[in-house]
């Protein structure tokens, strides 16, 4: 009987950790993962008897090398990081530090630890800040140019794992998902932000309209899910070196979002604008090409949208209650 291969998320706990360990615990795979000491593990309710779980800072090699050293892995999913973009403008340094020198800290830890894990790096598609239309869908041979704090963070952690590769030969995969939504995701992200707020106007916490920043951004957007199955895809197919994108390659408007909620909901909602949730640099239009992917791993999407957002939906109107004082 074969072995059974051991994968080391970094971030287990989180939104898209929480699902890929769900997909790899399915795929046969022996599940580990490090998280912040005291941070909630609600996300892993379901399987936290099938995982095995280690506090850990990306900030700290030396704990990140007592981990790898601990679990000896065959793949690491590198997923640690500061996700959003507001709170990147408000703490530039804490953004750097975490995406950027944390990937430096797990691939010096890789390093040190002797092992020889395969290494998929999850970083963003804002490392290429504003493309024109006409230049659309975005391939990754796209040149980097990010346009605030946390775009410069993931771009910096791209070029770290080209590098770690090339001068120090480890086998990193390197991943630039475009936006990804799905049941679990933070209300700090416009999805699960306008449904969080419908949910509660359902149940009668909020005043019947929703607040909104902008509606005409149009966005590629995946199912988390679909996301974190290329993941799994990409570290048993990819080539180490490469980069790849995982995206629908379809732009949808954040207004088209919103109506299909809207659609969705048991109560009339009245929509208003406000100015606290528009972004000082926001990218108008974002389709990503996943050619590469397809072609090499045989993925495609599976889930629509429409079911994605109604699993977003049914997610906040079944924990706004658990969340009730």
């Not at 399987?47 to 090398?65: D, F, G, M």
């Amino acid at each position: 009987m074969k072995n059974m291969k051991k994968a080391l998320i970094t971030g287990i706990s989180g939104f898209v950790g929480s699902h890929l360990a769900e997909y790899l615990l399915s795929t046969g795979r022996e599940v580990h993962g490090t998280h912040i000491e005291g941070d909630p593990l609600t996300h892993l309710a379901s399987i936290r008897n099938k995982v095995a779980l280690y506090p850990s800072l990306i900030q700290h090699e030396e704990e990140l090398l007592r981990t790898i050293q601990s679990v000896q892995p065959d793949e690491i999913y590198h997923l640690a990081g500061m996700a959003f973009v507001m709170d990147a403008w408000q703490n530039p340094k804490e953004a750097f530090e975490v995406n950027s020198l944390g990937t430096m800290n797990l691939y010096e830890a890789v390093i040190k630890s002797r092992t020889n894990p395969w290494i998929l790096a999850v970083l963003s598609a804002d490392v290429y800040g504003t493309v024109k239309e006409e230049e659309m869908p975005i391939k990754e041979d796209r040149p980097l140019r990010p346009i605030h704090p946390y775009g410069l963070s993931k771009a910096t952690a791209d070029l770290i794992g080209y590098h770690y590769f090339y001068a120090y030969n480890l086998p990193i995969i390197r991943v630039r998902p475009f936006n990804h939504i799905g049941p679990r995701q933070s209300s700090k992200f416009v999805c699960s932000d306008f449904a969080w707020q419908i949910a509660r106007i359902e149940q009668g916490i909020q005043e019947p309209f929703i607040e909104v920043g902008n509606l005409n951004s149009k966005r590629d957007f995946t199912d988390v899910r679909d996301m974190v199955r290329a993941y799994g895809m990409l570290i048993e197919k990819g080539k180490a070196g490469e980069v790849y994108h995982v995206a629908s390659e379809k732009a949808v408007s954040i207004e088209e979002i919103l109506k299909t909620l809207i659609g969705m909901s048991s109560v009339p909602i009245e929509v208003r604008t406000n100015p606290t949730k528009l972004r000082r640099s926001d990218t108008p239009l974002q389709i990503g090409d996943c050619s590469k992917l397809k072609g090499e791993t045989g993925w495609a999407p599976e889930i629509p949208l429409k079911q994605t957002l109604e699993d977003i939906l049914n997610y906040w109107r079944k924990e706004l209650p658990r969340l009730s004082p």
